[in-house]
């Protein structure tokens, strides 16, 4: 269906063509005076310099032509010139009752030229705890994945796993001195390697934070671990089987946490995958110019002459030859290039890494490793703090695993539930998860991405206000009217409305196709947060004043019943594309 809003354009624009005016003038918007009119046109005011005429006699004409089209139960003049329009009740319920109608998609058109989009998000650093950084990258990622795909859009997510580092080269130090006897340090060994990992994940985590620790205290123990990621990364045999258990032990953990946050990954590349590819491309940057030595390492030169603040040289290589982060996120680049040549690509990181990818995107363009047709876009996210406005930690100042931040809110639904008191315990629990994640993606994407954020348990577990839970709220109260009406479709057309809040409720209904169209183009979850939360209220605010299932006249009641179940699908959409589900009882 059209936008609701190019459809008064529409008419609004052929009255001003009508009266000898350019169409440009007949632009309408929302109205910022709800008190007076749903939407309004500010054209005539811009018309009046143009045509030398006073804005309320172009404001007249052209009301007067529109005068009496059916679309509107108002379009007036209103000093010093605006057009202030409502929409007849029929009009607003025929557009709901279309919405209706697509029960797939309530309106919304997919896009007319999808892309292939590449989503990197979700960025887990192997063998270290999945943390509350990694939280957020992995929540917007996965909304913006789902959204796209709703429009139509071909989307391939990877979660371009950190396994290249240093990281690698301490854990395998550490192990060589608490395991000497194992094959994978014996150089002269030319067998197969056994496929069993020598630690568990459990083992691993422990081994990490020991090894990082020793690193900072002794000296030669990181040169050891230097040594190590070095011969790692050129090729030892023993090594790149030990990096294999330690991927395999630490993505299988991954997996495990993602799965319980619902958001999956279509492509489980690293930054390791794309080591084959450094050679030839940084050949290339030699031989096409770009890349030349400073100060012993090779870079590219990305300034650009409207930078207002200085944007320095992109490093490719240092100057001992070794690789760095962003070589390898433009060798990923060539892979992702070469082996699905998307039309877009996505980076959904923290903030801070904004000045890296204005440099990695320059080198990447200027290079011609990305090509002029292929986007390039960062979305950066703020911090999430704790109620200290300092970013989120244990009680004990530790980083907080992303794990006991979701059992912590769970505990604290659960403990919510139980006072309640209605629920058996093992529904009690399902519902709790359910409710949790909500809250915890609710509170997060609810915010513009690029802004901190302070989690703040105690309001993102409420109930009430503009929170996860109240939204599924919202959702469970429909689905409990409906379930006690019998009926979970019903073949009926929407009415028009019958009081101030039912045409509330289908006005804000109306402004579902708007809301998802600009979330998907600024890729703005908290667009469709905020367009749920409006829905949400109007919804809330009709249930309060009308009765539905005492109604007498059944055409009335029917109609009703229609616009809940329209209600409770197009929440129902949008928490689906916000990455969380709602339960059946609450
Ligand atoms: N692993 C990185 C980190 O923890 C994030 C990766 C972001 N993606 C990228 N292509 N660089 O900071």
Redesign the pocket.
């Known amino acids: 269906m059209k936008e609701i809003l190019q459809q008064i354009k529409d008419v609004v624009v052929d009255g001003f063509t009508a009266c000898g005016y350019d169409e440009k003038y007949g632009m309408v918007s929302l109205s910022n005076r709800p008190d007076l009119c749903q939407f309004q046109c500010n054209g005539a005011l811009a018309a009046a310099k143009a045509y030398k005429k006073a804005p309320i006699a172009i404001a007249g004409e052209v009301v007067e032509k529109l005068g009496d089209n059916t679309m509107f139960a108002k379009c007036e003049v209103c000093p010093p010139g605006f057009i202030n329009i409502n929409l007849s009740d029929e009009f607003i319920a025929q557009f709901v009752s279309g919405m209706a109608d697509d029960e797939e998609r309530f309106g919304v058109e997919k896009v007319a030229q999808p892309k292939k989009v590449m989503i ?6 192997v063998a ?1 705890p999945l943390h509350v ?2 939280l957020r ?1 992995a929540i917007i990622g996965e909304s913006i994945k789902r959204t796209a795909r709703f429009m139509g859009d071909e989307v391939i997510g990877d979660v ?3 396994d290249w580092g240093l990281q690698m080269g301490l854990i395998i130090t550490e192990l060589k001195l608490r395991k000497p006897e194992l094959v994978y340090f014996d150089e002269s060994y030319e067998g197969e390697y056994p496929t069993e990992a020598p630690f568990t994940i459990s083992e691993l985590e422990e081994i990490y934070p020991c090894a990082s620790g020793k690193s900072k205290e002794d000296p030669s123990y990181k040169e050891a671990a230097m040594t190590a990621t070095y011969e790692l990364q050129h090729g030892r045999r023993g090594y790149q089987a030990l990096l294999s258990h330690i991927l395999n032990v630490s993505v299988n953990d991954l997996k495990r946490n993602y799965e319980k946050l619902d958001v999956t990954f279509d492509l489980w590349k690293g ?1 390791s995958d794309a080591q084959p590819y450094i050679p030839d491309m940084v050949q290339k940057m030699k031989d096409d110019g770009f890349a030349y030595i400073s100060e012993g390492a090779l870079v590219v030169d990305v300034k650009e002459d409207t930078d207002t603040k200085e944007v320095p040289p992109c490093m490719i290589l240092k100057s001992d030859g070794a690789s760095l ?1 962003n070589t ?2 433009l060798a ?1 680049m060539v892979w992702r290039m070469k082996d699905y040549n998307p039309d877009k690509l996505i ?4 903030k801070r ?1 904004e000045l ?2 204005t440099q ?1 995107f320059r080198c990447a363009k200027k290079t011609g490793i990305i090509p002029d047709g292929t986007g390039l876009h960062f979305v950066g996210f703020g911090t999430m703090n704790g109620k200290d406005g300092k970013p989120f930690k244990t009680r004990q100042g530790g980083v907080m695993r992303l794990e006991y931040l979701l059992q912590e809110v769970e505990d604290k639904m659960l403990e919510k539930i139980k006072e309640n008191g209605t629920m058996n315990d093992e529904d009690a629990l399902k519902t709790a998860q359910i409710v949790g994640l909500s809250a915890v993606k609710y509170g997060d994407l609810s915010n513009q991405a690029s802004k901190d954020y302070i989690f703040d348990i105690d309001r993102f577990t409420s109930a009430e206000g503009n929170t996860g839970p109240y939204i599924l709220y919202t959702i469970v109260r429909c689905k409990s009217i409906l379930a006690k009406a019998g009926v979970d479709s019903i073949d009926t057309a929407i009415l028009p409305a019958h009081s101030d809040s039912e045409r509330g409720l289908q006005l804000e209904l109306t402004r579902f196709m708007a809301a998802l169209n600009s979330a998907y183009e600024d890729m703005a979850p908290h667009k469709i947060c905020a367009y749920i939360y409006d829905l949400a209220n109007a919804f809330n605010r009709f249930y309060h004043d009308t009765k539905i299932l005492a109604e007498e006249d059944e055409a009335k009641k029917a109609s009703y019943l229609k616009l809940l179940v329209l209600t409770k699908n197009v929440l129902e959409k949008s928490i689906e594309l916000l990455g969380f589900k709602a339960p059946e009882r609450m």
Do not use: A, C, M, R
Not at 120 to 125: L, S
């Open positions: 990197d998000y979700g960025g887990p650093n270290k950084g990694h990258s371009h796993l950190g930054e982060y390898t996120d990923t980076y959904v990181v923290d890494q890296y990818f990695v």
